[in-house]
């Protein structure tokens, strides 16, 4: 897929509206995450280089349409300029008389950072008004918030009805190389690794690739989800039930296409989810009744390690087990750096699972981390989203 870049464009005395994904964990006004932030510096700085008046936009966490301290995006104007050593003003909202005022008196490669775009009602509805109020701010839109790419936003879709001069930043071109690689001739053998929550989620998206990958290993709440679809004993496990059903199509279908499908050889358990409870390990890929599987055993993590050594392409999502209680994140550590120890591209989608590379320090031995779970997800269930979808190429 070919989007628009902005290599190809001059923004030497334009303003620029930069959509990005700055949606980053902030405690007491500090941020103790700025992936995100940094994930899109290298789109700025090019911006930045070129002579554009720099109009960065972004939403915080859920807000419900109005504004509210805690999800202010001034914390991260004071980040931005510690990372690029650059004044950012800051105004306290994202469209009105106030905002026109300071984009107008921006001079070339000056910055000015807008307050949540979520403290509007209208942006989470795609309204065209609002969208049309954010377009009159500029002469040129640039997209790098892929994480938010699978919403029609206003600030995200709409806007591109009223903009002529569209493109998408770096990060966004990243993402849509690194997963399309997973969609179009992908090195074989492929593997897939599924682990975490939010099964019914990820259901579509494994559809979609089973015409694709060669082997699959589960782990979470995703493995017990499937065990149970096994109608083997998963003890007091944490599993989605509605999810059953669709795991025991998605089983047949693997049998029809003869895929290697693995579920744990065995299980480190608990009798209730604490830091002080006492883990053992199963014997088989079972649980008792009364028990609570928490993560992979070392048979399970030997075999799993044996298929990530074997595969060229592999795509993960979702952790071992309940990785952020160290007493059951050693399954999930092992999986992340068998992954860096490969040779194989590899890319992870999801925040938990990005969250474990970083965990076990390989974050720079993966091909490509994705910042938007749900973004990646729905990619690769339909090959592509909304608001990629408009930056496209004709």
């Known amino acids: 897929m070919k989007i628009y870049s902005i290599t190809e464009k001059n923004y030497k005395d334009k303003k620029v509206f930069l959509r990005v994904d700055f949606n980053v964990p902030i405690k007491n006004g500090i941020i103790t995450d700025d992936t995100r932030i940094v994930a899109t510096i290298p789109t700025i700085n090019y911006l930045l280089s070129q002579g554009a008046r720099l109009i960065i936009a972004s939403h915080l966490g859920r807000p419900e349409g109005k504004p509210s301290p805690e999800f202010s995006l001034k914390p991260v104007a004071a980040r931005l300029f510690e990372i690029l050593k650059k004044e950012v003003k800051f105004v306290p909202d994202c469209i009105g008389d ?35 109020e954010l377009a009159s701010l500029c002469d040129a839109y640039v997209n790098d918030a892929f994480g938010t790419c699978h919403r029609k936003h206003a600030s995200v ?50 559809k979609n690739l089973l015409d694709k990958v060669d082997t699959i290993i589960t782990g979470g709440v995703m493995a017990y989800t499937f065990i149970k679809a096994k109608n083997w004993e998963i003890g007091d496990s944490k599993i989605e039930e509605e999810a059953v059903p669709v795991a025991r199509e998605i089983i047949k279908e693997i049998n029809k296409r003869h895929l290697e499908f693995h579920t744990p050889l065995d299980h480190v358990i608990v009798q209730r989810v604490s830091e002080d409870a006492t883990p053992i390990v199963t014997e088989r890929g079972t649980v008792p009744h009364g028990w609570i599987g928490v993560d992979i055993g070392p048979q399970a993590i030997e075999e799993y390690t044996d ?80 608001g990629i979808d408009v930056l496209r190429k004709e």
Request: with cysteine.
């Open 98 to 132: 106030e905002v026109k005022k300071m984009v107008d008196a921006l001079k070339d490669g000056e910055i000015l950072l807008l307050e949540n775009l979520r403290f509007h009602p209208e942006e989470e509805k795609g309204d065209e008004y609002f969208a049309k």
């Open 157 to 206: 879709y709409t806007i591109t009805k009223f903009v002529n001069d569209i493109a998408g930043g770096f990060l966004i071109e990243k993402e849509v190389s690194a997963l399309s690689k997973l969609l179009t001739n992908p090195e074989r053998p492929f593997l897939l690794i599924l682990g975490g929550a939010k099964v019914i989620d990820k259901i579509n998206m494994v």
């Open 307 to 386: 298929c990530i050594n074997r595969a060229k392409t592999i795509f993960w999502n979702g952790p071992m087990g309940i990785y952020e209680i160290e007493k059951f994140a050693k399954g999930t550590i092992e999986i992340a750096k068998a992954i860096a120890n490969s040779n194989a591209f590899s890319v992870i989608g999801g925040g938990d699972s990005a969250a474990a590379v970083q965990k076990a320090d390989v974050a720079d031995k993966i091909s490509h981390i994705c910042t938007g779970g749900g973004a990646s997800l729905e990619f690769l269930e339909k090959g592509n989203l909304p």
